[in-house]
C-alpha cells in the first residue's frame, strides 16, 4: 500500500486494519544519497533501512534521506603504486573517487609497486604503525592524495680524518670507524647530496 519512489512530492498513504504490523523499507539512490534515520516506527535490528510500526490508531512516519559525500584519490610522485579501500569504492588506478554516508569513517590502503615505496598521505590522518594505512571521515567533500617514489641508499665507507658527515633532504648519517648508512623515500625529482 505504500510506495513513495523519488518522484513523490507528497506523502504516500495507506489504510490498513486494526492491529496489522506494517514493515517499511527505505532503499536510497546509493549514487548520490544515504539513508539517514527513521521516525515515527521502530527500526528492525541489523536492519536500520527497515521499521516496523502496529497499526492500533492512525499513524506518521518519516523516513530521512541526506546526501552522500564524494571522496576522490590522487596518486602523486614518480613511483608506481595502488590506493584501496577498505570499505569498497576505490580501488585507484581505476575507481579513484566514491561517495559516502555522512560520518562514515574511510580507511585507505597505498600498496607501492616492486621498486617503487610508499612516501606519504596529504588529506588524511594516517594509522599509528601502519604508515601505508590512512583514515578519513566522510563529513565533507574530501581529495586525498597518496604519493610514491623511490629509496635512495646512500653509505659512507671509511675512517679517515675522524667523524665525517654525509646527509641529504633531512637524513644525517655519521660515520667515525665504522661505515654508516643512510635511506630516505623520495617522490620525484633531485636529490642534492652532501658530504662534509
Not at 521516525?39 to 541526506?66: E, H, K, L, N
Not at 596529504?122 to 565533507?140: H, I, K, L
Not at 671509511?158 to 667515525?176: D, K, L, P, R, Y
Amino acid at each position: 500500500g505504500i510506495s513513495c519512489n523519488p518522484s513523490c512530492t507528497s506523502p504516500a498513504t495507506a489504510v490498513f486494519l486494526p492491529n496489522a504490523t506494517v514493515t517499511l523499507t527505505a532503499a536510497a539512490d546509493e549514487t548520490s544519497y544515504a539513508f539517514a534515520s527513521w521516525a515515527g516506527c521502530t527500526p528492525v535490528g541489523g536492519t536500520p533501512t527497515q521499521c516496523t510500526i502496529t497499526m492500533s490508531a492512525p499513524a506518521s512516519v518519516t523516513a530521512t534521506f541526506v546526501g552522500r559525500f564524494p571522496l576522490t584519490v590522487t596518486r602523486a610522485g614518480a613511483g608506481i603504486g595502488t590506493v584501496t579501500s577498505a570499505t569498497g569504492g576505490i580501488n585507484c588506478p581505476g575507481t579513484c573517487s566514491a561517495t559516502y554516508a555522512p560520518s562514515t569513517t574511510v580507511t585507505l590502503t597505498a600498496s607501492p609497486a616492486t621498486g617503487s615505496v610508499f612516501v606519504s598521505w596529504t588529506g588524511c590522518t594516517p594509522v599509528g604503525g601502519m604508515p601505508t594505512q590512512c583514515t578519513v571521515t566522510m563529513d565533507a567533500v574530501k581529495s586525498v592524495t597518496a604519493t610514491f617514489g623511490y629509496r635512495l641508499t646512500v653509505t659512507r665507507w671509511g675512517n679517515q680524518g675522524g667523524t665525517v658527515a654525509f646527509s641529504f633532504g633531512g637524513e644525517s648519517c655519521v660515520a667515525g670507524d665504522a661505515k654508516a648508512t643512510c635511506a630516505g623515500n623520495y617522490s620525484a625529482g633531485t636529490v642534492t647530496l652532501t658530504a662534509s
